[in-house]
């Protein structure tokens, strides 16, 4: 992503996406900043939930993922307070996979973050005003039905089920998995104009 992509975007209800990148060579967050989005995600019970195939077990596997080359990441704010992040990875063509990672004090308000950062990525583009991605996928354990409502809720269509298509560290198993699809090129078709910068 170029850096005007990674600029921080604000709404009228004072949400913004602040990301990790490097502006001519300053890093946007510190690691301990990293690190510590890390320990209010284990404080918060949410590890298993969201890294439940076990990728990340530490601050420093968490802190390596954040700063890895194939990895866009996200910080949300409402206002001054951290509410959680989000992030994309396994980049092909114009599709990304998205995560998502709401801290418990922002649960009440998850779907307007949801629907923020699906926004945000649905109009995103590049210096030569192309936008950058056309597709959006995300893939939940099935028995994760609070994780499946949020995403319908946002706008994701399910894709369908696939047999042992995740892995569960906690369960030592491969488990079914439900695929999601967000078709960003028919949401931005819908709006009938280009939204403003």
Not at 49 to 75: C, H, N, R, W
Not at 103 to 112: E, M
Request: hydrophobic residues 40%; aromatic residues 16%.
């Amino acid at each position: 992503m170029t850096e005007k992509d990674m600029e921080t975007r604000q709404n009228k209800d004072q949400y913004r996406l602040l990301p990790f990148a490097q502006v001519d060579g300053i890093s946007t967050m510190t690691d301990s900043q990293i690190m510590e989005l890390y320990r209010h995600t284990e404080q918060d019970g949410l590890i298993d939930v969201v890294f439940y195939d076990g990728s990340i077990q530490t601050e420093k596997d968490f802190l390596s993922m954040v700063k890895a080359p194939g990895t866009v990441f996200y910080v949300f704010f409402e206002g001054l307070q951290e509410q959680g992040y989000v992030w994309l990875n396994r980049f092909e063509g114009r599709g990304a996979r998205i995560h998502f990672c709401g801290f418990k004090h922002a649960w009440g308000r998850a779907l307007p973050m949801g629907q923020f950062c699906v926004d945000f990525f649905t109009w995103v583009k590049d210096l030569e005003g192309n936008f950058l991605f056309d597709l959006l996928m995300g893939i939940t354990p099935a028995e994760n039905i609070f994780a499946r409502a949020f995403v319908q809720r946002c706008g994701f269509r399910e894709l369908g089920e696939v047999p042992k298509a995740v892995w569960n560290t906690k369960a030592g198993k491969s488990l079914p998995g439900i695929f999601f699809y967000y078709d960003l090129q028919e949401a931005r078709d819908k709006k009938g104009d280009i939204k403003d910068d």
